[in-house]
């Protein structure tokens, strides 16, 4: 099988039977969300209203799922670190400070001026042009080093960072706790009107990514590697990142951060799939991630009644995760 993605029959039997548990762990977790304890009389109008509303809840953790997923993996490839996440760019800071900067100079009624379509899309541009800006500034040229990028864009999000947190120091109480409760990544956060449009968009982008994944297999290998394999390894490095961006400023305006979401999924998928190519990772890391969602949203929301903890609890295993992967390696 030497031209395969595995590296036997059982490696891909393995893979396979692996895809299919998270795939029925998912779908479990869908119905369990749309089924369990239903208040209304089965198949009645008022049943029916509930399930759609617990639907919409389903399509978002699927959006989330499909961004974190993708958008880790590829910038994982294109930085050629499996440590390191796309919220090292500053999306997670510039979207803190846009939402602080409106609270901050409008007061509680800024919480209006955030939601809606134009609003939403407004915010996504910002995070997309802040990254493009950031990666034509620092890759182009004859200096471009990708390392001083993602340096560059680490000291940015703490520059952010901290005047978000200067504003809210200063704000009144009373508005604080409300800008808090949208600072947190949460699925009941999102405002599920933005998914006519975020669907297509992360539908369209995810597709394009997938669809490079052999030109992300070569990328994975080197600049000096890819370049002798006849890519353009600068150029397919903007697109691939450009697209990254997209899908970040997606899942951030939609839910808000979740910072080790993506890499506690990516780094599964990589373990549990063994493999370099993209064509098996992908997949992969996007049931996976919307098994682990779902089902966290299920079991916290309907039998624990703590669906404001799901993206909570997410980030702690996500970050542990990520301290048991430094202490293991020894570097980042």
């Excluded at 977790?29 to 809840?57: Q, T, Y």
């Excluded at 999306?91 to 409008?106: D, G, H, K, P, R």
């Excluded at 903007?238 to 910072?259: D, E, K, Y």
């Excluded at 370099?276 to 990772?281: E, G, K, L, N, S």
């Amino acid at each position: 099988m030497a031209n395969s993605a595995f590296s036997s029959v059982s490696h891909r039997r393995r893979v396979s039977i692996f895809i299919a548990v998270a795939g029925f762990v998912a779908l479990a977790a869908c119905l369990g969300i749309l089924l369990w304890n239903n208040p209304m009389p089965f198949a009645s109008e008022g049943w029916w209203l509930v399930a759609r509303m617990r639907g919409k809840s389903i399509a978002v953790i699927a959006v989330v799922a499909v961004c974190q997923a993708v958008a880790t993996v590829s910038f994982q490839t294109a930085t050629q670190n499996r440590i390191i996440t796309p919220s090292i760019m500053g999306f997670e800071a510039l979207y803190t400070l846009v939402q602080t900067s409106l609270v901050f100079f409008l007061g509680i009624s800024g919480i209006s001026v955030i939601d809606g379509a134009p609003a939403f899309l407004l915010q996504t541009l910002i995070m997309v042009g802040f990254a493009v800006g950031l990666y034509m500034w620092l890759l182009s040229g004859r200096l471009g080093n990708l390392h001083i990028m993602l340096l560059v864009g680490i000291i940015l999000g703490s520059g952010l960072g901290a005047l978000s947190q200067f504003m809210q120091r200063i704000m009144d109480p009373s508005t604080f706790d409300v800008l808090t409760a949208r600072l947190f990544g949460n699925i009941s956060n999102a405002d599920t009107t933005n998914l006519t449009i975020t669907v297509p968009i992360v539908g369209v982008t995810a597709g394009i990514i997938v669809l490079r994944s052999r030109v992300l297999n070569v990328l994975s290998l080197g600049r000096e590697t890819a370049t002798n394999l006849g890519i353009n390894h600068k150029r397919q490095l903007m697109i691939t990142l450009f697209l990254v961006s997209i899908l970040m400023a997606m899942t951030t305006s939609l839910v808000g951060p979740m910072t080790f979401f993506g890499f506690l999924v990516a780094t599964l998928a990589y373990s549990l799939t063994d493999t370099y190519d993209h064509r098996v990772i992908f997949p992969a890391a996007m049931v996976l991630g919307f098994a682990v969602l779902s089902s966290a949203y299920f079991i916290l929301r309907h039998v624990f009644y703590a669906g404001g903890a799901v993206t909570v609890i997410i980030e702690l295993v996500g970050g542990l995760a990520f301290l048991i992967v430094v202490m293991r390696k020894g570097r980042l």
